[in-house]
């Protein structure tokens, strides 16, 4: 499999975290890579980060998130992590996501939090960023409810669906 280099960036371009992680799909849209959580365990919005989950990582040239289906080291599925960016700059061997803090976490049942909107808020960035960021994190909230795109799997835990 290819390595790819993931650069996360802050929303002035500026690089603040770098991994690598292993290319599972490549297509002219996106990019979905598996990479395993190499930072300290952390609890966000619910959903427990542990060193060495293993991460499904799928980011987009055409979308203004990227969505991160985690599952811990037995393979047990946590729920989703997913960042509001500018869309990803793929390249040959790298990512490039600018992060604009807005993250929504979507837990195996279906529940769903904002987190970072106070940071949002403060962020420099243009009334057309802010928009577009704005309308990604809704959209990504209709694919939940919906049941719909990376959260499909939201249907066998559905009793209607």
Known sequence: MEHIT???LNERGEEVW??????????PTH???AARFDRESVDVGGLALR????FLETFYND???NVFAVEDDLGQFKGWYCNVTRPARIEDGHVFAEDLALDLIVLPDGTSRVLD???FAQLAISEDDRRLARQAL???QILVSERSGPFERL???DPDG
């Open 31 to 33: 990019v979905t890579l």
């Open 18 to 27: 770098r991994y690598s992680g292993q290319v599972l799909e490549m297509t």
């Open 155 to 157: 249907r066998a835990t």
């Open 63 to 65: 979308r203004w998130y």
């Open 6 to 8: 993931v650069h996360k």
């Open 117 to 119: 909107e106070e940071e």
């Open 138 to 140: 809704a959209g990504l």
């Open 51 to 54: 060193r060495g989950d293993h």
